[in-house]
Protein backbone atom coordinates (compact mmCIF):
# COMPACT_ATOMS: atom_id res chain seq x y z
CA UNK A 1 0.00 0.00 0.00
CA UNK A 2 1.00 3.57 -0.70
CA UNK A 3 -0.68 6.89 1.21
CA UNK A 4 0.18 9.91 -1.28
CA UNK A 5 -0.98 13.46 0.34
CA UNK A 6 -0.77 16.56 -2.13
CA UNK A 7 -0.56 20.20 -1.40
CA UNK A 8 0.30 23.34 -2.88
CA UNK A 9 -2.51 24.01 -4.86
CA UNK A 10 -4.40 27.41 -4.83
CA UNK A 11 -5.44 30.53 -6.62
CA UNK A 12 -3.31 32.15 -9.23
CA UNK A 13 -3.11 34.77 -11.66
CA UNK A 14 -2.98 33.64 -14.78
CA UNK A 15 0.80 34.09 -15.84
CA UNK A 16 1.43 32.91 -12.07
CA UNK A 17 3.31 29.85 -11.12
CA UNK A 18 2.53 27.10 -8.28
CA UNK A 19 4.75 24.39 -7.03
CA UNK A 20 2.65 21.64 -6.17
CA UNK A 21 4.12 18.60 -3.91
CA UNK A 22 3.34 14.87 -3.35
CA UNK A 23 4.54 12.85 -0.14
CA UNK A 24 4.36 9.27 -0.04
CA UNK A 25 4.54 6.78 2.67
CA UNK A 26 3.81 3.03 3.25
CA UNK A 27 6.00 1.19 0.22
CA UNK A 28 9.29 1.75 -1.40
CA UNK A 29 8.82 5.09 -3.40
CA UNK A 30 11.76 4.64 -5.89
CA UNK A 31 10.39 1.36 -7.64
CA UNK A 32 6.78 3.32 -8.89
CA UNK A 33 6.13 5.74 -11.87
CA UNK A 34 4.65 8.89 -10.16
CA UNK A 35 2.58 10.99 -12.25
CA UNK A 36 -0.18 13.81 -12.03
CA UNK A 37 -3.21 14.20 -12.95
CA UNK A 38 -5.94 16.61 -13.31
CA UNK A 39 -9.83 17.41 -13.72
CA UNK A 40 -11.30 20.16 -14.74
CA UNK A 41 -15.31 20.37 -13.62
CA UNK A 42 -17.30 18.36 -16.82
CA UNK A 43 -14.29 16.87 -18.00
CA UNK A 44 -12.14 13.74 -17.88
CA UNK A 45 -9.37 12.63 -15.46
CA UNK A 46 -5.99 13.33 -17.25
CA UNK A 47 -2.47 12.90 -17.39
CA UNK A 48 -0.15 15.90 -16.88
CA UNK A 49 2.94 14.44 -16.80
CA UNK A 50 4.92 11.29 -15.17
CA UNK A 51 8.31 10.25 -14.29
CA UNK A 52 9.47 6.80 -14.06
CA UNK A 53 11.92 5.13 -11.67
CA UNK A 54 14.92 5.71 -14.00
CA UNK A 55 13.84 9.39 -14.24
CA UNK A 56 12.20 9.78 -17.49
CA UNK A 57 9.62 12.30 -17.41
CA UNK A 58 6.60 12.88 -19.67
CA UNK A 59 4.21 15.63 -20.12
CA UNK A 60 1.11 16.13 -22.23
CA UNK A 61 1.25 18.88 -25.06
CA UNK A 62 -0.72 21.23 -23.49
CA UNK A 63 1.45 21.86 -20.44
CA UNK A 64 4.69 20.74 -22.22
CA UNK A 65 7.40 23.80 -22.05
CA UNK A 66 5.53 25.34 -18.89
CA UNK A 67 5.14 22.74 -16.39
CA UNK A 68 7.85 20.39 -15.17
CA UNK A 69 7.57 17.31 -12.68
CA UNK A 70 10.88 15.97 -10.55
CA UNK A 71 11.22 13.54 -7.87
CA UNK A 72 13.09 13.10 -4.65
CA UNK A 73 13.49 9.00 -4.07
CA UNK A 74 15.27 9.99 -0.57
CA UNK A 75 12.24 12.47 0.42
CA UNK A 76 9.76 10.03 -1.41
CA UNK A 77 8.22 13.48 -3.05
CA UNK A 78 7.49 14.23 -6.13
CA UNK A 79 7.15 17.63 -7.17
CA UNK A 80 5.24 19.57 -10.22
CA UNK A 81 6.35 23.07 -11.23
CA UNK A 82 3.97 25.06 -12.99
CA UNK A 83 4.43 28.16 -14.97
CA UNK A 84 2.95 30.29 -16.85
CA UNK A 85 -0.22 29.35 -15.61
CA UNK A 86 -3.91 29.88 -17.31
CA UNK A 87 -7.26 29.46 -17.01
CA UNK A 88 -7.64 26.17 -18.45
CA UNK A 89 -4.96 24.46 -16.00
CA UNK A 90 -7.62 24.80 -13.60
CA UNK A 91 -8.42 21.63 -11.92
CA UNK A 92 -8.12 19.16 -9.46
CA UNK A 93 -4.69 17.68 -9.48
CA UNK A 94 -3.98 14.12 -8.17
CA UNK A 95 -1.38 12.35 -7.63
CA UNK A 96 -0.58 9.09 -8.76
CA UNK A 97 1.95 5.93 -7.79
CA UNK A 98 2.02 3.58 -10.60
CA UNK A 99 3.54 -0.10 -10.91
CA UNK A 100 2.87 -2.78 -13.19
CA UNK A 101 2.08 -6.32 -11.49
CA UNK A 102 3.69 -8.84 -13.73
CA UNK A 103 2.89 -11.76 -11.54
CA UNK A 104 -0.54 -10.72 -10.64
CA UNK A 105 -4.16 -9.84 -11.97
CA UNK A 106 -3.96 -6.19 -10.14
CA UNK A 107 -1.21 -3.50 -10.93
CA UNK A 108 -0.42 -1.36 -7.86
CA UNK A 109 -2.45 1.74 -8.88
CA UNK A 110 -2.38 4.51 -6.06
CA UNK A 111 -4.34 7.78 -6.05
CA UNK A 112 -3.94 10.93 -3.50
CA UNK A 113 -7.18 12.92 -2.62
CA UNK A 114 -6.16 15.90 -4.79
CA UNK A 115 -5.21 19.52 -4.42
CA UNK A 116 -7.29 22.24 -6.02
CA UNK A 117 -5.35 24.81 -8.41
CA UNK A 118 -7.91 27.80 -9.98
CA UNK A 119 -6.28 30.19 -12.65
CA UNK A 120 -8.36 33.14 -12.15
CA UNK A 121 -7.59 37.31 -12.51
Known amino acids: QVQLVESGGGLVQPGGSLRLSCVASGSVFSIYTMGWYRQAPGKQRELVAS???????NESDSVKDRFTISRDDAKNMVCLQMNSLKPEDTAVYYC???????????????WGQGTQVIVSS
Open 96 to 110: NAFKRNWSGPRDYDY
Open 51 to 57: ITSGGTT
